[in-house]
């Protein structure tokens, strides 16, 4: 029988495997990434807010909240900000492919970081498995993108998505140590609130307009917020209670294969995977199994 915590990982993963689809659909998004990035965001926290409105518990909490406790929440609210400012950013600069692997590549950082800092040992196995995912996004990375063809635009836009990839550990980190003591209502609704806030800022700064979306455009950023946003992020924000912070992060490279995929059967993408993506999926599932073998005590 699975586990709730592992079956909240799987469809968290299957839903934020929409994003980069869904994100391509969005008309505004070539043009103002920045803007579409902050209303995604921003529907999300709507879509909380009933939760903070209504749910008594809630309330309470996020009104006797430590400082301490919400200072940190705030801090992650703003990498979580950036995280989707340079991932927005850089899927007008590359493919969907490099984009999603790149911003995804956060183990790395995650694995060592959560073992010596959160105290989450990792066995030999786990760190197996963390490298052979790795070494599954590089072959996919090869499969997907040509290295000879690399234009400024391109190589600026992977840098983007690492950037993004970067952001996303501490979010990670952030959120797992977290999410012990702070239910998922308050954490998302403060984290996502505070997202909303820098995007906002970032959309003024760099005079992104935000009137410059059609009712088509907003309708799917709505499917945004509600998919990758509610069953994804909130999904796995909620499943980070209950999982190390290092397979939480290794689970996520699901989210490019399931992108592949869907960029296949995707009529405004038809993107085809080559045969480095299959191969390069199966090292990461592979790696993914390795990591939540053996959890140690």
């Given at each position: 029988?699975?586990?709730?915590?592992?079956?909240?990982?799987?469809?968290?993963?299957?839903?934020?495997?929409?994003?980069?689809?869904?994100?391509?659909?969005?008309?505004?998004?070539?043009?103002?990434?920045?803007s579409v990035?902050?209303?995604?965001?921003?529907?999300?926290?709507?879509?909380?807010?009933?939760?903070?409105?209504?749910?008594?518990?809630?309330?309470?909490?996020?009104?006797?909240?430590?400082?301490?406790?919400?200072?940190?929440?705030?801090?992650?609210?703003?990498?979580?900000?950036?995280?989707?400012?340079?991932?927005?950013?850089?899927?007008?600069?590359?493919?969907?492919?490099?984009?999603?692997?790149?911003?995804?590549?956060?183990?790395?950082?995650?694995?060592?970081?959560?073992?010596?800092?959160?105290?989450?040992?990792l066995s030999?196995?786990?760190?197996?498995?963390?490298?052979?995912?790795?070494?599954?996004?590089?072959?996919?990375?090869?499969?997907?993108?040509?290295?000879?063809?690399?234009?400024?635009?391109?190589?600026?836009?992977?840098?983007?998505?690492?950037?993004?990839?970067?952001?996303?550990?501490?979010?990670?980190?952030?959120?797992?140590?977290?999410?012990?003591?702070?239910?998922?209502?308050?954490?998302?609704?403060?984290?996502?609130?505070?997202?909303?806030?820098?995007?906002?800022?970032?959309?003024?700064?760099?005079?992104?307009?935000?009137?410059a979306i059609?009712?088509?455009?907003?309708?799917?950023?709505?499917?945004?917020?509600?998919?990758?946003?509610?069953?994804?992020?909130?999904?796995?924000?909620?499943?980070?209670?209950?999982?190390?912070?290092?397979?939480?992060?290794?689970?996520?490279?699901?989210?490019?294969?399931?992108?592949?995929?869907?960029?296949?059967?995707?009529?405004?993408?038809?993107?085809?995977?080559?045969?480095?993506?299959?191969?390069?999926?199966?090292?990461?599932?592979?790696?993914?199994?390795?990591?939540?073998?053996?959890?140690?005590?």
């Amino acid at each position: 029988m699975i586990k709730k915590p592992y079956l909240g990982l799987f469809i968290s993963i299957a839903s934020v495997s929409f994003a980069a689809i869904l994100i391509k659909l969005v008309d505004a998004h070539e043009a103002y990434p920045l803007s579409v990035a902050f209303y995604r965001l921003l529907f999300t926290t709507l879509l909380i807010l009933p939760v903070v409105l209504f749910h008594r518990k809630t309330r309470e909490e996020l009104l006797t909240l430590p400082r301490q406790t919400l200072g940190i929440m705030i801090l992650i609210g703003i990498i979580l900000g950036f995280h989707f400012a340079f991932w927005f950013t850089s899927l007008t600069m590359t493919s969907v492919a490099s984009s999603v692997i790149l911003v995804t590549a956060h183990p790395l950082l995650v694995g060592p970081v959560s073992h010596v800092f959160l105290k989450e040992r990792l066995s030999k196995l786990n760190a197996a498995g963390i490298l052979l995912s790795v070494c599954g996004v590089v072959t996919l990375v090869y499969g997907n993108y040509e290295l000879s063809s690399v234009s400024l635009d391109s190589l600026l836009g992977n840098l983007l998505a690492i950037g993004g990839g970067i952001a996303a550990g501490f979010y990670i980190l952030g959120g797992r140590k977290l999410r012990k003591t702070v239910s998922i209502g308050t954490y998302a609704f403060v984290v996502y609130l505070v997202g909303s806030l820098v995007l906002l800022c970032m959309c003024w700064v760099l005079r992104s307009p935000l009137g410059a979306i059609s009712t088509r455009d907003y309708g799917v950023i709505v499917l945004l917020a509600l998919i990758p946003g509610i069953l994804g992020h909130t999904l796995y924000n909620w499943s980070l209670k209950h999982v190390r912070a290092s397979l939480a992060s290794v689970v996520l490279l699901g989210e490019p294969i399931g992108s592949s995929l869907l960029a296949i059967i995707a009529p405004w993408i038809r993107q085809i995977p080559s045969e480095f993506t299959i191969v390069g999926g199966g090292i990461i599932l592979f790696g993914i199994y390795l990591t939540a073998k053996n959890k140690p005590g």
